[in-house]
Protein backbone atom coordinates (compact mmCIF):
# COMPACT_ATOMS: atom_id res chain seq x y z
CA UNK A 1 0.00 0.00 0.00
CA UNK A 2 1.47 3.26 -1.30
CA UNK A 3 0.71 6.34 1.20
CA UNK A 4 1.19 9.86 0.12
CA UNK A 5 1.31 13.13 1.92
CA UNK A 6 1.34 16.21 0.43
CA UNK A 7 2.59 19.52 2.06
CA UNK A 8 3.59 23.17 0.95
CA UNK A 9 -0.01 24.47 0.25
CA UNK A 10 -0.94 27.96 1.35
CA UNK A 11 -1.88 31.59 0.23
CA UNK A 12 -0.05 33.59 -2.23
CA UNK A 13 -0.22 36.45 -4.22
CA UNK A 14 -0.71 36.82 -8.16
CA UNK A 15 2.72 36.34 -9.72
CA UNK A 16 3.95 34.18 -6.52
CA UNK A 17 5.57 31.19 -6.14
CA UNK A 18 5.06 27.83 -4.32
CA UNK A 19 7.04 24.83 -3.94
CA UNK A 20 4.25 21.65 -3.17
CA UNK A 21 5.95 18.26 -2.23
CA UNK A 22 4.51 14.47 -1.93
CA UNK A 23 6.28 12.34 0.09
CA UNK A 24 5.95 8.43 -0.80
CA UNK A 25 6.15 5.50 1.34
CA UNK A 26 4.96 2.01 0.90
CA UNK A 27 6.93 1.55 -2.47
CA UNK A 28 10.12 2.82 -4.51
CA UNK A 29 9.37 5.63 -5.80
CA UNK A 30 11.71 4.67 -8.89
CA UNK A 31 8.77 1.79 -9.21
CA UNK A 32 5.79 4.99 -9.27
CA UNK A 33 4.70 7.37 -12.25
CA UNK A 34 3.76 10.47 -10.25
CA UNK A 35 1.32 13.44 -10.52
CA UNK A 36 0.14 16.41 -9.42
CA UNK A 37 -3.83 17.20 -10.15
CA UNK A 38 -6.08 19.78 -8.84
CA UNK A 39 -9.84 20.18 -7.88
CA UNK A 40 -10.98 24.06 -7.43
CA UNK A 41 -14.98 24.26 -6.13
CA UNK A 42 -17.43 23.29 -8.87
CA UNK A 43 -14.88 21.48 -11.37
CA UNK A 44 -13.70 18.24 -12.25
CA UNK A 45 -10.23 17.20 -10.84
CA UNK A 46 -7.57 17.48 -13.89
CA UNK A 47 -4.13 16.74 -14.50
CA UNK A 48 -1.61 19.64 -13.50
CA UNK A 49 1.51 17.70 -14.38
CA UNK A 50 2.86 13.92 -14.74
CA UNK A 51 6.62 12.69 -14.35
CA UNK A 52 7.28 9.54 -15.63
CA UNK A 53 9.83 6.41 -14.14
CA UNK A 54 12.12 7.96 -16.20
CA UNK A 55 11.65 11.61 -16.47
CA UNK A 56 9.89 12.61 -19.01
CA UNK A 57 6.94 15.00 -17.96
CA UNK A 58 4.25 15.72 -19.21
CA UNK A 59 1.78 19.79 -18.46
CA UNK A 60 -1.64 20.67 -18.66
CA UNK A 61 -1.40 23.68 -21.50
CA UNK A 62 -2.62 26.14 -18.71
CA UNK A 63 0.23 25.81 -16.47
CA UNK A 64 3.13 25.12 -19.43
CA UNK A 65 6.05 27.64 -18.59
CA UNK A 66 5.05 28.47 -15.33
CA UNK A 67 4.68 24.95 -13.11
CA UNK A 68 7.68 22.42 -13.10
CA UNK A 69 7.77 18.74 -12.13
CA UNK A 70 10.55 16.97 -10.58
CA UNK A 71 11.11 13.83 -8.45
CA UNK A 72 13.89 12.45 -6.36
CA UNK A 73 13.94 8.94 -5.80
CA UNK A 74 16.38 8.72 -2.98
CA UNK A 75 14.57 11.21 -0.82
CA UNK A 76 10.71 9.21 -1.93
CA UNK A 77 9.48 12.97 -2.95
CA UNK A 78 8.09 14.84 -5.77
CA UNK A 79 7.87 18.10 -6.24
CA UNK A 80 6.11 21.10 -7.86
CA UNK A 81 7.51 24.13 -7.86
CA UNK A 82 4.65 27.00 -9.05
CA UNK A 83 5.75 30.55 -10.31
CA UNK A 84 3.76 33.27 -11.82
CA UNK A 85 0.87 31.99 -10.16
CA UNK A 86 -2.53 33.36 -10.70
CA UNK A 87 -6.01 33.24 -9.01
CA UNK A 88 -7.39 30.67 -11.66
CA UNK A 89 -4.50 28.11 -10.02
CA UNK A 90 -6.61 28.50 -6.73
CA UNK A 91 -7.41 25.08 -5.99
CA UNK A 92 -7.49 21.77 -4.04
CA UNK A 93 -3.49 19.79 -4.89
CA UNK A 94 -3.63 16.35 -4.52
CA UNK A 95 -0.56 13.88 -5.39
CA UNK A 96 -1.19 10.96 -7.57
CA UNK A 97 0.87 7.59 -7.80
CA UNK A 98 0.63 4.95 -10.43
CA UNK A 99 2.40 1.93 -9.27
CA UNK A 100 4.26 0.12 -12.51
CA UNK A 101 4.10 -3.62 -10.94
CA UNK A 102 0.53 -3.44 -9.68
CA UNK A 103 -1.01 -0.87 -11.95
CA UNK A 104 -2.79 0.47 -8.59
CA UNK A 105 -3.44 3.80 -8.66
CA UNK A 106 -3.08 6.03 -5.22
CA UNK A 107 -3.86 9.76 -3.40
CA UNK A 108 -3.01 11.60 -0.80
CA UNK A 109 -5.43 14.14 0.80
CA UNK A 110 -4.50 17.14 -1.12
CA UNK A 111 -3.17 20.83 0.37
CA UNK A 112 -4.72 24.37 -0.79
CA UNK A 113 -2.98 26.20 -2.90
CA UNK A 114 -4.88 29.87 -2.68
CA UNK A 115 -4.05 32.59 -4.70
CA UNK A 116 -5.34 35.86 -4.20
CA UNK A 117 -4.32 39.55 -2.85
Known amino acids: QVQLVESGGGLVQPGGSLRLSCAAS????????MGWYRQAPGNQREMVAL???????VYADSVKGRLTISRDNAKDTVYLVMNSLKPEDTAVYYC???????????WGQGTQVTVSS
Open 96 to 106: NAESIVSRKLY
Open 26 to 33: GSLLSNLI
Open 51 to 57: ISTGGST
